[in-house]
């Protein structure tokens, strides 16, 4: 079995900054990309960030230049730290990431999600 764990959201104001963390565990052969993508009430799940395994990164238009995400192979976890957020950055934030695991047969490799955080932005 394999989970992600997300932490970090809250209540936060217009121009403040908040930081999300997601770990990894379980089964684990490899992490491969892991990313964030959000989901506001209303409207479609959208990438805001992906991290290759080799650290190139793509960012969402609408996050550039105050987003930044990162990961920490050693242990397993990603990152996404926000900065000057904005009301319309509010949505539950979900963890992805493609991974492989081991399993009695051998390995096999899959798409896994995180429960989601609650990131509201509001004076």
């Known amino acids: 079995q394999v989970q992600l764990v997300e932490s970090g959201g809250g209540l936060v104001q217009p121009g403040g900054s908040l930081r999300l963390s997601c770990a990894a565990s379980?089964?684990?052969?490899?992490?491969?990309?892991m990313g964030w993508y959000r989901q506001a009430p209303g409207s479609l799940r959208e990438l805001v960030a992906i991290?290759?395994?080799?650290?190139?990164?793509n960012y969402a238009d609408s996050v550039k230049g105050r987003f930044t995400i990162s990961r920490d192979h050693a242990v397993g976890t990603v990152d996404l730290q926000m900065n000057s957020l904005k009301p319309e950055d509010t949505a539950v934030y979900y963890c992805?990431?493609?991974?492989?695991?081991?399993?009695?047969?051998?390995?096999?490799?899959?798409?896994?999600w995180g429960q989601g955080t609650q990131v509201t932005v509001s004076a």
């Open positions: 992805n990431s493609d991974i492989t695991r081991y399993y009695s047969g051998g390995v096999s490799r899959s798409d896994y």
């Open positions: 379980g089964s684990i052969f490899r992490i491969n990309a």
């Open positions: 991290i290759t395994s080799g650290g190139s990164t």
